[in-house]
Structure formats: C-alpha cells, structure tokens
C-alpha cells in the first residue's frame, strides 16, 4: 500500500488518504449518519407504499445512493414508467455531483486514476462539503469524502432496510424537522466558510438565479443554474491582489 | 419509451438510475481532466463550491413551509455565533419540530 506516499512536494499533502483517515471521516460524519438512516427508513416505507417491493427498495439505496433522486423516483413509479422521464429527472436532480466532481479536481488530479474515480463513488452533499471545508482549512479531506461517504451509505441502506420492514415506526418525519436535517447540515457548512464581501455577492447570484429558475422553470435545474451563475461570476470577477 | 414496474423492469429502472448517478458523479471528474487549470478556471470552480450549497438551500428556505424557514434562520443564527455545526443542526431541528406542532413565534 503506498497510499499518501507517492506525492510528497507539498507539505500539508492535502491529497493525502490512508485508513486511519477514512476511519476518521467515518466517525466524523457518525452523527450526521444516523438522521440520515431515518431518512432512509422514511424513504424505504415510502417505496412499499409507492409499489416498489421491498428488496428493490433497498437495493435501489444501495446502488443509486441519492436521497432526492430516488423520493422523485417514487412519484413516478407505477405500472408503467416512462424511462425517459425518469432518466431526464434523476439526472437534473443529480446534475449537482458533476460540479462537486469539478471543484474536487485540483486535489483528485494528485491520485492515480482509480483512486481518483473509486473516490467519487461516495460523493454526496454532506461529505463532499466536509472534505471541501477541510481543504479550506489545508487539512486532507479526502477521509472525511470516502469515510464519510461510506457512513452515509451504510446508513441509509440500513435505514431503507428498517423502513420497509418496520415502516410503521416512522410514519412522517416532518413533525419532528427530521427532513431539515440536510438543509440545517449544508447551510452549517456555508456558514463555517471565512465570509468575504466578493463571495456573499456570488451567493446572491447563486441564490438569485436558483430561486428564479426554481419558479419559472419547474423541472428541477435550478440547482445547476444556480451553481454555474455563482461561478461565472467567480470566473469574471478577478480578486483584489491584496492577499494570496 | 416506458418500462413495466415488476420484475425484470423494476431491476433494469434501478439500474438506469444506478448508472445515470454514477455518471454524474464521475463525469465532472472525467470533464476537468480535459480542461487546463488556468487562473479563470480555478475562479469559476472556487466559485461554484459555495454556489451549489446556497443554490440547493435558497428554494428551501423561501419556498418551504415556517417549519423550513425557523429551522434553517436558527441553524443560521446558532452557526454564526457558536460556529459549531451539531449545535446549530440540533437547533434548527427542534425550531422545525416547535413551529409545526402550533408553536408561532
């Protein structure tokens, strides 16, 4: 295992990844982990409701691993499903992993090209922003995306698990706030970044163009539309050269 | 084209959204290798990294119910002066739970 070994020019190796800090990024996201194993047995109680049977349910979690994406799918599924629509709408839902799968890259292209592809099999909203708020930080963040990624899969299969066959003990999650649980995590982590006045007027844009596109277009883009607004702006708007 | 919801169709529908998923999660990988990290580049890519999270949250936060809206305004409000993430999660959580079973403010 030469893993964290073979690139060594910079010093906090930021691209660094060995077992102890996967196992890190595990516990780490533990917490977060179990709200979303209830989540998971909502979903999985859902998916018997919706007509899927309960071993699709949970292999649905355990291969596509992707929350919205599969509660959107459960709103079309019936006899007959149009696998079109279907594709068209888990891809725009999901669309958001290639932009995460991009701002990775500086750190991904230090990895040999498996590690660098078996890493981004886990990616999801909540470690992908920990490993991002790590590197923000110059510590490896590359535990806490494969650690943490594998926390919330283990979970939230668990949690679909425990859903389909014990459905009744979680009949809605939303009188608790249960479904705020990733919202509160995310907007946690964009409120843990060093705030300047350059980026709080990208967010605005962001959030603008989100907002709009979430209201006129209807068809699940505007998280994508947001993003890249919020990066075309970045691109434009060339940093004052005061400090590096 | 459409597929039937039992058996074999069932399988091949979770396999479509399997690989569609996949695809995404790799491709902004795939696509980065063939572009040169230039200044403008990295610009664009530090600029989306916060943009994806408040471009996910602002349709949540005006568009959802007041449970949405508390728990998010305190998750907000606890970050900013605790800076601890769990705190300001656990709180958001219970200001959802408050304002939906009739607690107004």
């Known amino acids: ?11 906090p190796l930021l691209h660094d990844l060995n077992r102890d800090l996967v196992w890190r990024g595990f516990v780490q996201m533990l917490p977060i982990a179990l709200f979303v194993m209830v989540f998971g047995a909502a979903f999985g109680l859902a998916a018997v409701q919706s007509g899927v049977s309960p071993a699709m349910a949970v292999a649905m979690s355990a291969l596509v691993f992707a929350g919205a994406a599969q509660f959107a799918a459960l709103d079309m599924w019936g006899p007959q499903i149009s696998v079109i629509t279907l594709a068209a709408t888990v891809f725009a839902i999901n669309a958001r992993h290639l932009l995460m799968g991009a701002t990775l890259y500086p750190w991904l292209r230090h990895l040999s090209v498996s590690r660098r592809y078996g890493l981004m099999v886990l990616a999801s909203d909540a470690n992908w922003a920990m490993a991002m708020q790590a590197k923000d930080r110059q510590q490896p963040g590359f535990g806490i995306l494969l650690g943490g990624g594998l926390a919330l899969w283990v979970f939230w299969v668990l949690g679909t698990g425990l859903g389909v066959a014990f459905g009744g003990l979680v009949q809605d999650a939303r009188p608790l706030g249960l479904d705020m649980v990733m919202g509160c995590f995310l907007l946690a982590m964009v409120f843990g970044d060093q705030l300047s006045a350059r980026m709080l007027v990208i967010w605005i844009a962001a959030a603008g163009t989100s907002l709009l596109a979430h ?12 993003t890249l607004a919020g990066g075309l702006l970045s691109m434009a708007w060339v940093e004052a050269p005061s400090e590096s | ?14 396999f479509i959204m399997a690989a569609i998923t996949l695809a995404t999660r790799l491709g902004g990988v795939v696509v980065m290798t063939k572009v ?3 200044a403008p580049v990295e610009r664009f890519i ?6 994806v999270l408040v471009a996910l949250l602002a349709p949540l936060a005006l568009d959802g119910d007041m449970g949405a809206r508390s728990a998010l305004a305190t998750t907000a409000a606890v970050m900013l002066v605790t800076r601890k993430p769990l705190p300001a999660i656990s ?7 408050l304002v939906r079973h009739g607690w107004t403010w």
């Open chain 1, 1 to 11: 295992m030469l893993m964290g070994m073979t690139c060594q020019e910079s010093p």
């Open chain 1, 215 to 226: 209201r006129v277009l209807h068809n699940n883009c505007h998280v994508v539309l947001g």
């Open chain 2, 46 to 51: 530090a600029g989306m990294s916060g943009s």
């Open chain 2, 1 to 14: 084209m459409s597929l039937e919801a039992t058996g074999w169709g069932e399988w091949l529908l979770v």
């Open chain 2, 36 to 38: 040169p990290i230039t």
């Open chain 2, 91 to 97: 709180a958001g959580l219970f200001a959802a739970a």
